[in-house]
Nanobody, 115 residues
Framework: QVQLVESGGGLVQPGGSLRLSCAAS????????MGWYRQAPGKERELVAT???????NYADSVKGRFTISRDNGKNMVYLQMNSLKPEDTAVYYC?????????WGKGTLVTVSS
């Protein structure tokens, strides 16, 4: 099992930046895939970005070139650097880990992009 805790959300103006953090309760060295998902009001949860243990990344088309996912295995942390934020990025952002074919989720952190 693994517990995930997100932080770093908040209110930001369009064009601004935020860095989300995800702290894992155990070593993530052996967790092959970790990622960030988001759910906007009235919409389904969607993939934002994933990163493998080999640092291979994958991004949703809507965030390519603006968001960067990274992981620090030594600190058991996963990050999402979000730049050039748009109002449509407003959502609850969830950290995800796939361990032994089981999906684990954090409780989420709210990101609001508004002037």
């Amino acid at each position: 099992q693994v517990q995930l805790v997100e932080s770093g959300g908040g209110l930001v103006q369009p064009g601004g930046s935020l860095r989300l953090s995800c702290a894992a309760s155990r070593t993530i060295f052996s967790i092959n895939v970790m990622g960030w998902y988001r759910q906007a009001p009235g919409k389904e949860r969607e993939l934002v970005a994933t990163i493998t243990s080999g640092a291979r990344t994958n991004y949703a088309d809507s965030v390519k070139g603006r968001f960067t996912i990274s992981r620090d295995n030594g600190k058991n942390m996963v990050y999402l650097q979000m730049n050039s934020l748009k109002p449509e990025d407003t959502a609850v952002y969830y950290c995800n880990a796939v361990l032994n074919r089981i999906n684990y989720w954090g409780k989420g952190t709210l990101v609001t992009v508004s002037s």
